[in-house]
Every structure is written in C-alpha cells, then in structure tokens.
C-alpha cells in the first residue's frame, strides 16, 4: 500500500500538486464491489486503478472535446481497504494546476453509465461522493399500462352485459307468446298443491309447471 | 309479497291466492351453499382475523373465537336459513309475517345492506386499481417516484415509503384532513365504475348468473391461498412469522376486549342480519336441510380464517426478516463507510462482534452514525388489518418476493373475488324485499330495476372518491358495519323467540326438514345467544362511548410525518356518525309503533296473511 501511494504521488509531486492538499477540487470514489458482484467479484488492484484513472481521462476528454487528457492527469490518493480513494484532475497544459470541481462533476456525470459498466457495477457500487447520480428518466408511455388492462376488462363486461340483456329480451319475446297456453293448466294443479297442508298457501312458491320441472322433492 | 319471475317473466306479480307464482330457484344445492359460504366468506376473513389472531396471541384467540362460533353464529345462521326458507320471502316479508310489529327488522336489514354495499364495492374499487397496475415490470408501488428536475425522488415518497405513497398519494390522493374534500378522482370512479358494472353483469339474471358466477368466486380464494401458502412457506422467515402467529399468549384469555373481539368477529364474519342470508335460503325448496346448511356455513367460514391466516402471516414473516435485514445491511453499510473497513468484511453474523469492537475503540464515531435499533420482534409486531394489510403491507411484502407481478395479480383477484361474493349478499338483502314489497314497477323488467339500484349506489359511492373519501369509508365502516347489526340481530331473537314462538318456529322446521332441533339449539335461541349478543352490544356500546371518535390523518405538513395525525372528528362528522350508527335501526320502533296506531284487522296489507299464523 505504501509503495503504491508514494508511486502515485511522485509525478504529481514533481509538479508540486498534492492530491492531499487539494481535496476541493477532489473526488472522493468508493466502491463496492464484493457487496455488488458477490462471487464474480474481482480484486482490487493496481491495473484496476490504471482502468480507472483511463476511464476518468476518457470522461474529461469527451466532457471538454479535446483528447489533451493523459492518465497521468488523473491523480489518486488515499487509498483504503474499503476500497475507497480520492482522485483530482490536473490540466494537460499545467500538470501543477487542477481542473475545478464543477468542470470534473458534469465529465463525470455526462459518462457516468460508460464508467459504471468498465467496472460492471452501478451508481449504488461505484459512488463519486458529491456527484448526484442522474436518475433515470421515467418511461412514460402514451397509455399508461393500467389503462389498457382497464380498458380489456371493461370491454369485456360491456359485451357479456349487452349479450345477456339481449338474450333475456329474446326469451321474453318468446315467452310472452307460448304463455297463454299453459296458464289455465297451472292454476288447476296450482290448487291441488295448497291441499298439502301448508298453512301458508300459495305464498310459497307454488311452482309455475310450465316453466319449472316438478321434481322439487329431488332436487337436493 | 309478490314473488319475482326469472328470466322470461316480465314482472309477473300476482295477488297472493289469485294466479301461480314461479320463485327464482337454485339449480343445484351446491350454488346455493357455494353462494352463502361465498357470501359469509369476505375479505374480513383475509385481513381481519389474522390480525386479531395476532394481537390477541395467536393459539389462545381459538378458543373464545370457535365458543363465539358454536354459541352465537351457529344458531344466528341456524335461524336465518330458516325463517328465509320457511317464508320464502326477502327479508321484509319474512318480518312482516313473523309479526307485523316486527316489519321494522327487515327495513333495517335492508337498508344496512345498501349502505354497505355503497362503501364496499368501493373496497373493490381499489383492489381493482391494484390489480389494473399489477401488470407493469417494475410495480409502481416498489420504487419512489422522480421528481421534475430529475435530481431526486419525490419527497413525500422519500419520507415515507414507496407503498404508502402509491396508496395514499397516487391512489387516494387523500387529503390531509376530512374537511377537506378535495375532488372527485377520475381515475377512482373509473376503477368503481368498472367494479359496479361487475357487480351488475353478475346480478342481470338473479341468481341464475349469481349461481353461475360463485363457481368461480367461491372456489378461486382457496385456490389462490394454497398456492400462496405452498409459495410463502419456501421463504426466509415465514417459519419465525408463523411461530409468532400461532404461539398462543394464554394470559390474554384474562382480557374480556379478547371475548368482545371474538364475538363481534365471529358475528360480522358471517354476515348474518345483512338479510341476503334470508334472501338466498328464501329460493330454496322447501324440504331443504337447513340445520346441516348452517353448520357447514359456520364452520367453513371459520375455517376458510384460519386456513387464510397461515399463508398471510408466512409472508408477513418473511416481510418482516427482509426489512430486519435491511436495517442491518444500513448499519453494516454506515459502519463500513464510516471507518473504511473492507467491502463485505462485515456480514449479519459477525456484525456484532465488529459494533462491540468499533464501539470500544471510537464510540464518538460510533454513536454519530445513528445507527438504527434492528430487532425482528419489532418488525413482527408492525401488524396491520384492513386495507393497511392488503394495499401496504403485503405489497410491500409482493415486491420482494421473485415474480412480483403474477404475485401481485392473483393476491388482488382473489380479493376481489372474496369482495363480490360478498356484495352478491349484500345487494340481495337489498333487492329481493324490494321486489317482495313490490315497489317495482309492473313495466320495469327485472333487469333494470337492478340497473337502477346499482346506479344509486355508484352515485352515492361518489363520496369516497374525493380526496377525504378514505375517511368517510372509514366512518360508514366502523358506524354502519357494527351496532346497527347487532341491533337487527337481537330483534331477529326477540322475534322468533319472544313474538313466533321457539315450540312453534322448531315445529315448522320439523315440517320442512324431518326432525325437530335438538335442545343444544333451543337452548341457544332462548337462552345463550340473545344473552351473548346483549352482552356484546352493551360492551360495545360502553367501549365506543369511552373512546373519544378519532381517526388516523394523512398530512404530508405534520411535523411526525410520516406518522399519521391523529385527529377528532368535528362535531359535524360526528353527528353524521351517529345517524349512520342510529339512523338504519329506526324503523324497529317506527313500524312497531305505526302498526300498534293502526290495528291490523281493519286492513289487509298486500304482504302477508295473518291468518295463516293460528295463534
């Protein structure tokens, strides 16, 4: 570890900038790649830390459109077991000088998708302490889906409701013409049946014979 | 008392002894049991009983519950089956022939059962919401929202959790108090017209198409419980939430609120006093076995609670690890940030051993964190009944399980499924006395006359679709779905005990099914049940009294948000309260009084025949 950090600081310390000593123009980045990845995790190291610094050099060049940025722009100190670290960015022309916050933010943000996958993991894993990450847009699509699931149940019953009430208007068509037959048929045998006993006569549901099937005693 | 043809009769209504009548009939005795077992058998049955099942020590609750069940819902069902399938009339003609002093029972019936079918079709209103979202990958309910800027999540949203403000802002829109109404929400009276439609579609024939549609309504609940048990016993935790169900707390047995909650569960479970029992035993033929009917009733619906109670606590049990996992994936996240300590060094196992050690070496450090108090008791303890435990706590529960969304489907059909089994019984009690009463219309076909009723009751459930409508269900709930039953109930007993007769009410059952009740039920009518149901009511009465009438406010502005604020009703709510709870119940005295004013023997109303009563 210590070899590693007095490494990464010799060049910048040739140009007199101190990644320590410029934390406001600094980044703190800290990963999770155990929590994220689980057996596929993969260890941190040094070409690791080489891709990074690759991959934030790639971000300020596509930010400011110029391919000035090297990976020994990118500087990075303070490295933990966690794995965390803090990085600045110096300018091509003046490797003393370190590009303003602001300016790293926006690169960042602006490839933030591309640096997350060079590490397979996520704005949650791969977190840039200060740099809010950009929250997807939502997908709103013309019809929302719940209307289209309201507008299936809907139809269906609509259609099963004016069917039914179709149906019944033909069956009472029917029926009105076939009912003058059998009535006075019903009403002798409708007296028989109050002769049962039943002291509640024909309030109980004295069966219309031509409609009903006269085995009510079976029925269960 | 004119009988209502099915289909193909157009409005037949004859005058008692002058042309034959054709009463609706079931087509078989299975519809007709699946109906009442359908209609007994609601969501209460999902999301009430595992609550109390909880709160009052799981075990232990059985027992008051099943000496609730025997003593009180057994003979009550007993009775209603009866009387209905010995009169063969709706509720109010069965009362009126009982004794026309008692006609009052059968308006009340009636109209308790059209307030609640008002206010519970708009329960299925929302399950229909949930279930019209429920196809989307991810659900709405599992992620907050971003705001316009794109910077952040919505701060409601983030404050609460994703689940409560899918309910409360992007379904209910609920206003912060209930003074204020905010306005109508489209999107709900779409979802209730949608529900109203289903209800009518299923009630265009009576109980042709009810009988046909409690196929699938009765049958599809069971279905869905076994795949949800044999799903939520494969996950992490059920085990600790189903041993914490069940454990039973035998010291609770002392707390006579455990006996009033029993008895009151066991009474509005089966809905009895609705009047839609009466109204569906009333098609049945008249040598039915209604002692057996009964006890099947009683005891499948019992049992349908207990049976529901051990999927919902299984997945309220694995809800209840995940969250204690994440609150100890926070802390472990915080400690490992905090002190730089490697990624994933510090795991669930070992995590106290690393707290003690950090805490001996920086306790300053420490203690800034904030670190949260993770504890799975406390996370089993977070119970919820009612909509709570359908719409926050077990979607919350959805989204993590594997295939959210077939989850997530199939919990709100069943829903809605147990939902309109019920309202099949509760329109009934409304629609059978009114065509028994005759205030239909000769011209009027059937059909839309119940058209008719279920449009008064879409309008008038236009209430609770304002942005305080959540409050009002709650009130219409809790004032209407509880005295003014008891209430009925009670003169059910008085009634056939006091005014019928238990020697003559057991002789009519003996001429319909055989035999005579034995004296466990007479014993029952005369005795145990009315004393059970006094004593509850006056309990009830005395705990309600004692409790000033509060609700639960969800305001975004108040400063323990998001706690709900808890807030008095004002006094004008609380009038409106007071006549839901008293209003219903008048007409019992009102019609005793008016038939004492005016004797029977001077005229002869259309409804009964008091000479077929030999006193």
Same mark, same amino acid.
């Given at each position: ?102 300016? #790293?933010?926006?690169?960042?943000? %602006?490839? =933030? /998708?591309?640096?997350? *996958?060079?590490?397979?993991?996520? +704005? ?70 109050? #002769?049962?006993?039943?002291?509640? %006569?024909? =309030? /109980?549901?004295?069966? *219309?014979?031509?409609?009903?099937? +006269? ?6 | ?615």
């Amino acid at each position: 570890m210590f070899p590693l950090l007095l490494l990464l600081c010799l060049p910048p310390a040739l140009a007199a900038v101190d990644c320590v000593n410029e934390y406001r123009n600094g980044y703190q980045v800290r990963l999770s790649i155990k929590t994220a990845l689980g057996d596929q995790a993969y260890d941190w190291n040094e070409s690791e830390l080489f891709l990074f610094r690759a991959t934030i050099a790639f971000a300020m060049r596509k930010f400011t459109k110029t391919e000035a940025y090297e990976v020994s722009n990118i500087v990075v100190c303070n490295q933990t077991p966690r794995v965390s670290f803090w990085f600045i960015v110096t300018s091509p022309e003046n490797p003393a000088q370190a590009i303003s916050k602001n300016i #790293v933010e926006q690169a960042v943000r %602006e490839s =933030r /998708n591309r640096i997350n *996958n060079a590490f397979l993991l996520t +704005d949650k894993s791969l977190e840039f302490l200060g740099i809010p990450p950009t929250l997807a847009a939502p997908i709103n699509p013309d019809t929302p889906p719940w209307l289209i699931v309201f507008g299936v149940v809907i139809g269906a019953v609509c259609a099963g409701i004016v069917a039914l009430l179709i149906m019944s208007f033909v069956k009472r068509r029917r029926g009105k013409k076939a009912k003058e037959v059998p009535e006075e048929e019903d009403q002798a045998k409708g007296t028989d049946k109050a #002769v049962t006993g039943e002291t509640f %006569e024909d =309030r /109980n549901g004295v069966y *219309n014979l031509g409609f009903a099937d +006269d085995d009510r005693f079976t029925q269960l | 008392m004119g009988e209502q043809g099915l289909t193909g009769r157009d409005g037949d209504k004859p005058e008692r002894a002058s042309s034959t009548e054709e009463r609706p009939k079931w087509d078989s005795k299975a519809q007709y049991l699946l109906t009442c077992i359908g209609f007994a058998v609601g969501v209460g049955n999902v999301w009430r009983f595992p609550y109390l099942c909880q709160i009052y020590g799981g075990g232990a609750f059985l027992i008051p519950y099943l000496i609730a069940l025997v003593f009180e819902g057994l003979p009550l069902l007993y009775l209603e089956l009866a009387i209905g399938q010995r009169l063969r009339l709706g509720s109010i003609g069965v009362w009126n022939s009982i004794s026309p002093y008692l006609g009052g029972v059968g308006v009340s019936s009636m109209v308790v059962s059209f307030l609640v079918s008002v206010f519970y079709n708009t329960l299925l209103a929302w399950v229909l919401w949930y279930f019209f979202h429920s196809f989307q990958d991810p659900l709405p309910w599992s992620q907050c929202p971003v705001n316009e800027n794109l910077t952040g999540y919505v701060e409601e949203c983030v404050k609460s959790t994703p689940v409560n403000y899918f309910w409360y802002r992007e379904t209910l829109n609920i206003s912060p108090n209930i003074e204020t109404n905010g306005s109508l929400h489209w999107w709900i009276i779409v979802c209730l017209g949608t529900a109203w439609l289903i209800v009518y579609i299923c009630f265009i024939r009576g109980i042709e198409t009810i009988g046909k549609a409690v196929y699938f309504t009765a049958t599809f609940p069971y279905l869905v419980l076994t795949i949800f048990l044999i799903r939520a016993l494969s996950l992490p935790g059920a085990t600790d939430g189903l041993i914490y169900l069940f454990t039973p707390k035998w010291e609770l047995l002392k707390n006579p609120q455990m006996w009033l909650d029993a008895s009151t569960q066991i009474f509005f479970s089966l809905s009895v006093a609705f009047g839609g029992l009466i109204a569906f035993s009333s098609y049945n033929p008249l040598d039915n076995d209604c002692e057996v009917d009964a006890v099947i009733v009683g005891c499948v619906n019992s049992a349908t609670s207990i049976y529901a109670s051990i999927p919902i606590f299984a997945i309220l049990g694995f809800k209840a690890t995940s969250n204690y996992n994440s609150c100890v994936e926070s802390n472990i996240l915080a400690l490992t940030n905090a002190f730089d300590i490697g990624d994933s060094n510090i795991t669930h196992t070992n995590y106290d051993d690393w707290f003690t050690h950090l805490n001996k070496t920086d306790p300053v450090s420490v203690s800034q964190l904030d670190l949260k108090e993770c504890d799975l008791q406390t996370f089993l303890d977070q119970s919820a009944s009612g909509t709570g435990l359908a719409f926050i706590v077990f979607t919350e529960a959805v989204i993590k399980m594997p295939g959210s969304q077939v989850w997530s489907v199939l919990f709100f059909v069943m829903l809605f499924s147990l939902g309109l089994s019920s309202m099949f019984g509760n329109l009934e009690g409304v629609l059978t006395p009114l065509h028994d009463l005759n205030m239909v219309p000769k011209w009027m076909p059937r059909e839309l006359f119940t058209a008719l009723v279920c449009l008064v009751c879409f309008l008038m459930a236009l209430i609770f679709t304002m942005g305080s409508g959540n409050y009002w269900l709650e009130i219409f709930n809790t004032y209407v779905g509880s005295v003014p039953f008891l209430v009925i109930a009670l003169f059910e007993l008085i009634g056939i005990v006091f005014f019928y007769g238990t020697e003559r009410f057991c002789k009519e059952i003996e001429f319909m099914t055989g035999r005579r009740p034995n004296l466990f039920w007479k014993v029952c009518w005369m005795g145990i049940s009315p004393l059970m149901l006094l004593v509850v009511f006056l309990a009830y009465i005395v705990v309600q009294v004692q409790t000033t009438p509060t609700y639960p406010a969800w305001n975004p502005d108040y400063v323990n948000f998001p706690r709900t604020e808890v807030q008095p009703y004002p006094d004008w709510v609380f009038a409106i309260c007071v006549l839901l709870a008293t209003v219903p119940v008048l007409p019992i005295p009102f019609v005793a009084l008016y038939r004492l004013a005016r004797p029977i023997t001077t005229r002869q109303p259309a409804n009964h025949n008091t000479t077929a009563f030999s006193e």
